[in-house]
């Protein structure tokens, strides 16, 4: 433990950057994959915050002890066995042996242990880091027994399974100790990590956010496919089109032009792999402003044709609903009841009857004397901007509502977002992330109950659009609480339907995942239903 404690003493008081790893490729691995894609995040540090954690993963840099399988089962990694005790508060994980990570150090007990005691300690104890792993597991103590190779999680309460929250890219092993000379990045964040993954990231530019990973020489579980897998960042869908058919690029992911995946899959030249995913696209409201007026939020809610905007705008990429969880999962989405539906008319009326209109003709409805200008902050990925747009136009046409559509990065969006500077926020969300929305419904959640770690007195909570409702925290905290999977899932869909009923969010649709690849030089290159597993070691040259 003295030697944990040095290392994360020195992350608060240096920022503890992590170096690119010093693996070089092997002779063996002479194939090279060029993947162009849409990068989220210039730091790959599972603690900085949640893209890092995503990305570290998704360039199958980092792995976690157990990952998901596309039937949402659980699979372990770097843990191959485990025990739970019967008031399911104490998990001890068996880590496989031989695990190396990229730089030859041992991925044993010990490695795993300071790996997640400092995720959790930078996270709560330094404003550069904003990953929230408090708010998945409320944690009491991690330890490891050496002897045994083995690493106990203690916690505050039971957890119907940690294995599946262990998932989450959050939880990724990173060689605390490795070496630090290296790849210092703005802000504190490690610009790499040194991990277990097929792939070591050998250089990587912050400012065109494209990088070079190496085959990982020690990696535990098969042959690396490729010795070198360059990265580009494509922001543009039709360029990812464009290059992948001008042969720039080998692979790429989420085409979301529907006339270019078209083309892409009307020819044999492509292997296009599609995915109803576990991800719902909508947009934050932010009830601490102007759309806090139920009616207003009412109003919108019914003037916004999402069947036809999934349908004809984003070309069939997005599946319309109601619920916020996607249709195609266990909960019982037909049971929702929408009590406003689409209609246009209706909409106009509600808010001509609250007294809510346009009073010096300029176009404009007026709210406490002030025209209504909402602040709709968007990125342009997953066809969230052609929604931002869409909405724009419905609004202003035929309600007189301004809205002001700000396209950023994602990044940026997300700093935005936390400081609550929107009305409407666009997102993208794998909704069953740790294999269960216990998460992402935590966004909705406002508990200021000091005695529950989902509190938004606590820095871990993430209920950024400043929803209250005494309602949906006791099914919540009841949620939170069982262990009993008919129970949860019920409290699941209840939970949707107080959402619905307040017009809490704004729901665009169900989004549909892609993988596309050069069929003559690319196989394997599936889109996973947990679509944080991109390069994956199924992804092999064509033979």
């Known amino acids: 433990m003295k030697k944990l404690k040095k290392a994360l003493a020195a992350v608060l008081a240096a920022a503890m950057v992590m170096s690119v790893s010093p693996v070089t490729s092997m002779a063996a691995f002479d194939d090279t994959l060029n993947f162009g894609c849409y990068v989220y995040s210039t730091s790959f540090d599972p603690a900085a915050y949640q893209n890092a954690a995503w990305q570290g993963v998704r360039?199958?840099?980092?792995?976690?002890?157990?990952?998901?399988?596309?039937?949402?089962?659980?699979?372990?990694l770097l843990c191959d066995t485990y025990e739970v005790s019967d008031d399911k508060m104490t998990w001890t994980f068996h880590i496989r042996e031989g695990v190396q990570f990229s730089n030859g150090d041992a991925c044993d007990a010990q490695a795993v242990a300071d790996s997640l005691n400092r995720l959790f300690y930078v996270c709560a104890n330094s404003d550069d880091y904003s990953s929230t792993p408090a708010g998945y597991i409320d944690m009491a103590s991690i330890e490891a027994d050496t002897d045994a190779n083995t690493v106990t999680i203690v916690t505050?309460?039971?957890?119907?399974d940690l294995t599946a929250t262990l998932c989450f890219p959050f939880y990724s092993i990173i060689d605390v100790y490795g070496d630090t000379t290296d790849a210092e990045h703005e802000g504190g964040y490690a610009t790499s990590v040194i991990a277990t993954g097929p792939y070591a990231?050998?250089?990587?530019?912050?400012?065109?956010?494209?990088?070079?990973?190496?085959?990982?020489?020690?990696?535990?579980?098969?042959?690396?496919?490729?010795?070198?897998?360059?990265?580009?960042?494509?922001?543009?869908?039709?360029?990812?089109?464009?290059?992948?058919?001008?042969?720039?690029?080998?692979?790429t992911e989420n085409v979301t032009t529907s006339s270019d995946l078209a083309t892409l899959e009307a020819s044999d030249a492509y292997y296009v792999s599609q995915?109803?995913?576990?991800?719902?696209?909508?947009?934050?409201?932010?009830?601490?402003?102007?759309?806090?007026?139920?009616?207003?939020?009412q109003a919108i809610r019914m003037a916004i044709d999402s069947t036809t905007m999934c349908e004809i705008t984003v070309g069939g990429m997005y599946t319309a609903g109601v619920g916020i969880l996607p249709s195609s999962l266990i909960y019982e989405d037909e049971d929702l009841d929408n009590p406003y539906a689409y209609d246009l008319e209706a909409a106009v009326a509600?808010?001509?009857?609250?007294?809510?209109?346009?009073?010096?003709?300029?176009?404009?409805?007026?709210?406490?004397?002030?025209?209504?200008?909402?602040?709709?902050?968007?990125?342009?990925?997953?066809?969230?901007?052609?929604?931002?747009?869409?909405?724009?136009?419905?609004?202003?046409?035929?309600?007189?509502?301004?809205?002001?559509?700000?396209?950023?990065?994602?990044?940026?969006?997300w700093m935005l977002m936390q400081s609550g500077e929107?009305?409407?926020?666009?997102?993208?969300?794998?909704?069953?992330?740790?294999?269960?929305?216990?998460?992402?419904?935590?966004?909705?959640?406002?508990?200021?109950?000091?005695?529950?770690?989902?509190?938004?007195?606590?820095?871990?909570?993430?209920?950024?659009c400043n929803y209250d409702s005494d309602e949906f925290d006791a099914l919540y905290e009841q949620f939170i609480a069982s262990t009993d999977t008919d129970e949860r899932n019920a409290l699941v869909v209840e939970m949707e339907q107080v959402l619905v009923n307040d017009c809490a969010v704004l729901l665009h649709g169900y989004y549909n995942s892609t993988m596309i690849s050069n069929a003559s030089k690319v196989t394997g290159a599936e889109i996973a239903t947990f679509d944080y597993y991109w390069l994956s070691t199924d992804i092999k040259p064509a033979e």
């Open 59 to 76: 360039w199958g840099i980092t792995e976690c002890l157990f990952k998901f399988n596309d039937d949402m089962s659980v699979e372990p």
């Open 156 to 160: 505050n309460t039971a957890v119907a």
């Open 201 to 251: 990231l050998s250089s990587f530019d912050a400012t065109t956010k494209s990088g070079t990973m190496v085959a990982n020489e020690y990696y535990w579980k098969e042959e690396v496919p490729y010795g070198t897998v360059n990265v580009t960042f494509i922001e543009d869908d039709s360029t990812k089109a464009m290059s992948l058919m001008s042969g720039l690029i080998d692979l």
């Open 275 to 297: 995915s109803s995913s576990l991800r719902s696209g909508f947009a934050y409201i932010n009830m601490d402003g102007i759309l806090g007026n139920d009616t207003l939020r």
């Open 350 to 413: 509600l808010l001509d009857e609250a007294g809510i209109v346009d009073t010096d003709g300029d176009g404009v409805r007026e709210l406490d004397g002030e025209n209504i200008n909402l602040n709709y902050i968007t990125y342009n990925n997953r066809c969230l901007s052609d929604f931002a747009a869409a909405i724009q136009s419905t609004l202003s046409q035929y309600l007189g509502i301004g809205v002001s559509v700000n396209s950023t990065d994602s990044d940026t969006e």
């Open 422 to 464: 929107y009305d409407l926020c666009d997102s993208n969300w794998t909704t069953v992330g740790t294999g269960d929305p216990t998460a992402f419904l935590l966004n909705w959640y406002g508990g200021t109950d000091g005695s529950n770690f989902y509190s938004t007195e606590n820095p871990d909570g993430t209920n950024y």
